[in-house]
């Protein structure tokens, strides 16, 4: 196969990348569905990757991998927002570190039954 020049083969990346995100806003849109379509997108995506048995394209690759690893710049305006409001942060705390504190023993435990039910039914872990 070709190899492509790196700006080809990033700007390949990144219009797979464009391009799923605006197909599942179109989905979203004409569906009315209660999702945000760039979830839609990569649903899209992971579906049309597994199908195309799972070989992800470098040129996806390369321009994914360049996006994880500054994923911690993602997080700087959910940084500002919490420093913005921080008087709102103060005031209501308690149940903040309730909501938080119940929303994640609710996980964890819908997670470990899940995956119970889960093991149970396709016998993983099951001795022979």
Do not use: Y
């Not at 790196?6 to 806003?25: D, H, K, N, T, W």
């Not at 994880?68 to 940084?79: R, T, Y």
Request: overall charge neutral; glycine content about 14%; some cysteine.
């Amino acid at each position: 196969m070709f190899s492509l020049g790196a700006e080809v083969e990033m700007l390949l990346g990144l219009l797979i990348l464009l391009g799923c995100q605006l197909v599942g806003e179109l989905i979203v849109a004409a569906a009315g569905a209660p999702v945000p379509g760039p979830v839609v997108g990569m649903l899209l995506l992971v579906t049309v990757l597994v199908l195309g048995g799972g070989r992800v394209p470098d040129a996806l690759r390369k321009v994914s991998d360049g996006l994880l690893g500054h994923l911690a710049l993602l997080f700087v305006p959910a940084g500002v927002g919490l420093m913005n409001h921080f008087g709102l942060l103060a005031r209501e705390w308690m149940m903040l570190a309730v909501t938080l504190v119940a929303s994640t023993a609710i996980t964890m435990g819908v997670t470990g039954w899940l995956m119970s039910r889960m093991a149970r039914r396709f016998g993983v872990g099951e001795r022979e």
